[in-house]
């Protein structure tokens, strides 16, 4: 007896729109205050926040709810509403507060949509240079409208890595992540959300991080995975609510094995 082929997930065309609306409205929202001099408030983990990350995110929410009801939310700013639906949104306003505050362009938003747990549709947008990533299952990445491919890199010795700050590893995690830095051409710092863009779109190899959080990650798995890289936990697993926040992003995926077996050591 032969096998039906198994089915190819795609995102629907309408939860693509609405994604895009979300990061219209955010945008509005980070232009109107960036560079303006914003109260800057610490929160208990002792991160930023200010009314842009908090406006933009109730934005988006509230168009999610006019637009699907049913659907689930989670947010940095403002906490969790159904998440055991069959879609849940995953949102952060500004990812990079810090450069935000300190007027660097360079922060961004994201926006992840979960099917049964799963990134289906991933946006990292940055509101200032109007540029603008879009991962979605069963369809190539987009980057401002033209399709976004990563690029080959082989060997970790030629490899460009990325990590927002060295100061995200502690412990062991830092042991790690040193074995790793060693090993490559060119390690950097800083740029939140929009190095992932940018080994997306091909001018980055690696970018490695630690103690993220969902709204952190999850919509970088289908913007990176359409370009034809891989985006996992340092284990090499799937990303989902409940991965760990140790992520490691490559271009290649050769490249991505080989940087997971040293992360191990």
Known sequence: MS???TAVLRCPPAYIALAERLADAAGRVARRYFRTGVA????ADASPVTIADREAEATMRRLIERSFPDHGIVGEEHGTVRPEAEHVWVLDPIDGTKSFISGFPL?????????????ILGIIDQPILRERWIGAAGRPTRFCGKPARTRPCRALAEATLF??????????????????RRSVK???YGGDCYAYGQLASGHVDLVVEAGLKPYDYLAL???????????TDWEGRALGLGSGGRICA?????LHRKALRRLAG
């Open 3 to 5: 096998r039906r082929p």
């Open 40 to 43: 800057v408030i610490g929160k």
């Open 107 to 119: 922060f961004g938003t994201l926006i992840a949509l979960l099917h049964r747990g799963r990134p």
């Open 163 to 180: 990590a927002t700050s060295p100061h995200m590893f502690h412990g062991r995690d830092l042991a790690a992540f040193e074995r790793l």
């Open 186 to 188: 060119l390690p950097r």
């Open 221 to 231: 798995a289908p913007v990176i995975e359409g370009a034809g890289g891989a985006l």
């Open 250 to 254: 490559a271009g290649d995926r050769g």
